[in-house]
């Protein structure tokens, strides 16, 4: 029996081919927006915490309050505050950083990026800790000035001219070696920045106590809740103020992942509205097939059909079309994301899409279940009819 009403709602679609398109239309921008929007946040979540598992489990990042990470200038810490953190048991060593938005010239050509500075003590094992290697060349040295590691994309993108090894750089006037070329690491942040040691930044950007963050690298990832809290205390203690925040990679990774929920949440909820629309769509179409089938109701009924009959033959109808919309929103918003992915990729940020077949699933069950819901109402109103009035109806 349900196979007949499958036809004969197949039937009814088809002899209403430009009506039934129209209605689908509203259904696939919903379901397009929503499946892309979640596919793309999920991926984007998921490459983040790819991204701050590199960073290490066992770092503690200390940094004035509002610091939002490089290239974002912060005010609070000093070199004095590092040499409180490094008295301070149970740490490998600890890295004050500078970070900088500067002008960079090479072979007569002007660019413009992102310069990160570090002690050249405990370089290399910093970046053996990240996980993080040189395409060519080699790391900063103890003691070296004057030299610099570029990234990936800052060798290849940021002039006319490739960046090789053994060139020369200029920074605010200062000349620096290219040593190493850093591999490709998959955002644009890091891919752009140069890095450079910390004492000759200090000396080109007149920044002879500042620091903008402090990593200090754990002995234990067991202990770090009682240093981070040390951390606190020691800081406080000394600088008389708690104008400075010490947050754990997994803590700042579950401030990112807040943003991100409530991101995703405002978009699919703008999603959503173009799916109300097109539930609405469907609705109007069902009304209107049941205001042209009002004499085919009252035939059906005078041959011995019920009232339940009639209201699964308009159910089925409208859930067909919410599935035939969620079928091609469905393959559409998975095509969008994934070009967002290829975009994303050619402009410096490896964003790793993942379509994940629960998605999927769920906006085809979305489509069917809104298509249902919209048609249930027009589908009542064409069951209790009665035949003879149906039929007289003209």
Avoid: C
Avoid at 52 to 73: L, T
Avoid at 78 to 96: A, H, Q, R
Avoid at 115 to 133: H, R
Avoid at 257 to 262: A, H, M, P, T, Y
Wanted: avoid cysteine; charged fraction near 20%.
């Amino acid at each position: 029996m349900l196979l007949d009403y499958f036809h004969l709602a197949v039937h009814s679609i088809r002899h209403r081919k430009l009506r039934s398109w129209l209605t689908v239309v509203g259904i696939v921008i919903g379901v397009a927006a929503i499946i892309s929007l979640i596919t793309i946040s999920r991926s984007l979540e998921s490459t983040i915490e790819e991204q701050f598992e590199q960073f290490g489990a066992n770092r503690i990042m200390i940094s004035a309050k509002g610091f939002q990470g490089p290239g974002h200038v912060s005010e609070g810490l000093t070199i004095e505050d590092v040499e409180t953190i490094k008295k301070i048991g149970g740490l490998s060593y600890v890295l004050p950083t500078l970070f900088r938005s500067t002008e960079v010239q090479y072979h007569q050509q002007k660019g413009f990026t992102s310069i990160t500075a570090l002690p050249t003590d405990n370089f290399k094992e910093f970046y053996d800790d990240m996980g993080v290697g040189l395409q060519e060349g080699r790391f900063i040295k103890e003691g070296e000035k004057g030299v610099a590691l570029v990234g990936a994309r800052a060798a290849t993108e940021l002039f006319g001219k490739e960046i090789r090894l053994g060139n020369k750089i200029t920074i605010n006037k200062m000349e620096f070696k290219v040593v190493g070329i850093v591999e490709e690491i998959g955002n644009a942040q890091d891919d752009n920045q140069i890095i450079i040691p910390l004492e000759s930044a200090r000396e080109i950007f007149h920044e002879p106590e500042k620091v903008d963050a402090i990593i200090a690298q754990v002995k234990s990832t067991t202990e770090i809740p009682q240093l981070q809290e040390k951390i606190k205390r020691d800081l406080e203690r000394k600088r008389g103020d708690t104008n400075f925040q010490v947050l754990t990679s997994s803590q700042i990774l579950e401030q990112i992942n807040q943003i991100l929920g409530v991101m995703q949440i405002v978009l699919v909820g703008i999603a959503a509205i173009s799916l109300i629309v097109g539930a609405i769509g469907i609705m109007n179409s069902m009304y209107t097939s049941v205001l042209e089938r009002t004499k085919e109701i009252g035939i059906m009924k005078a041959i011995g059909a019920r009232n339940s009959d009639v209201l699964k033959l308009f159910i089925i109808e409208a859930g067909l079309i919410g599935l035939v919309g969620g079928i091609i929103g469905t393959a559409l918003g998975t095509g969008i994301a994934l070009g967002v992915g290829s975009i994303s990729k050619e402009a410096g940020f490896t964003l790793n899409i993942t379509i994940e077949p629960a998605i999927v699933v769920f906006g085809l069950l979305f489509a069917f279940v809104v298509g249902v819901l919209s048609g249930i109402l027009p589908a009542y109103q064409g069951s209790k009819l009665k035949p003879v009035d149906a039929l007289r109806y003209e």
